[in-house]
């Protein structure tokens, strides 16, 4: 493989990257590349590892840049998750580990997924069919006016109650995302800095 | 090497040698490799990142009709720098205590 046969690749794995971040890889490592000597072109490619791992460690440092400060959103979180995603999709891991390790973090977002998509879920619910009751309670004020009390009463607390829980709802969310991008980091790191000597 | 290398003793070692001389990519690589085994492609992402907090700056210089960009720290590198070497200072004193302890037994 020639040098510019290794930046090419390289530039390919990275595309999902802002421009700025790929043209800073790919002027580092072509830098590299020249510091090396054109004769050493094969064993600093050897050294380095394939383009998939060192366009998979990008990707990673990537992912958890910036969630540490104080600024890190939900969708931060997520952000971060789907490029640990794309970086351990890049490395060049055994096909089987890599499909079980992706079989693992998928689940594992999918639940996640599932779990919050259920709390909201239950809090939508409850503010709606409160809305509903309280409506229906006004419906029946010339009929039965204790009816009516009754599912406004009702109605309104519920509505009261989905309303409360809706802001630590989205603060819970916002740091299980994070926790959960961290610890995939953490994860991926150990997977590839096992693997770095291999040829 | 037995024992594990965590990014911070990583980014420690990085700022230590700007912290002295201002260096570009490839001699960097070389100057932690002679004390740690780390990939060679290890340090970018390191260097990106240390970049990004501002505790690095690059600038650019001209060698053989090319371009080196080099690395320089900045203040707030030389403060997580000393605030980094305190850290590690007083965890080495920790680990030597109950490491060196085994020696006298005898």
């Keep these: ?199 | 090497m037995s024992f594990q290398l965590g990014a911070a003793l990583l980014d420690a070692c990085v700022l230590a040698i700007l912290a002295k001389e201002d260096a570009y990519g490839y001699s960097l690589t070389q100057q932690v490799r002679e004390v740690m085994d780390i990939s060679e492609s290890t340090l970018y992402p390191v260097l990106r990142r240390l970049q990004k907090g501002e505790y690095l700056t690059t600038y650019d210089q001209p060698f053989q009709g090319r371009n080196r960009r080099y690395y320089r720290i900045t203040e707030s590198g030389r403060a997580k720098y000393e605030e980094l070497l305190e850290e590690w200072l007083e965890y080495k004193q920790k680990i030597d205590s109950v490491l060196l302890g085994g020696i006298n037994r005898e």
């Design chain 1, 1 to 199: 493989m020639s040098k510019e046969e290794y930046l090419k690749e390289l530039r390919q794995k990275l595309k999902k990257l802002p421009n700025d971040e790929v043209d800073a890889a790919l002027d580092f490592y072509g830098e590299y590349f020249d510091e090396a000597g054109e004769e050493n072109t094969e064993q600093i490619i050897k050294k380095l590892g394939s383009p998939s791992l060192v366009a998979s460690q990008i990707l990673a440092e990537y992912a958890v840049k910036g969630l540490d400060n104080e600024a890190s959103t939900t969708k931060k979180g997520f952000s971060a998750i789907w490029f640990i995603i794309l970086a351990i999709l890049a490395s060049p891991i055994a096909l089987p580990l890599l499909i079980l390790i992706i079989s693992l973090v998928f689940a594992l977002v999918l639940m996640f997924g599932a779990f919050i998509f259920t709390f909201f879920t239950v809090i939508f619910a409850l503010v709606f069919s409160g809305i509903i009751s309280a409506i229906a309670g006004f419906a029946v004020i010339t009929q039965h006016w204790q009816t009516s009390l009754f599912f406004i009463g009702i109605g309104l607390t519920a509505s009261g109650i989905g309303i409360l829980l809706f802001s630590p709802l989205v603060l819970v969310t916002k740091s299980a995302s994070l926790s959960l991008a961290k610890w995939l980091k953490r994860l991926f790191d150990k997977i590839t800095r096992g693997r770095k000597e291999e040829k």
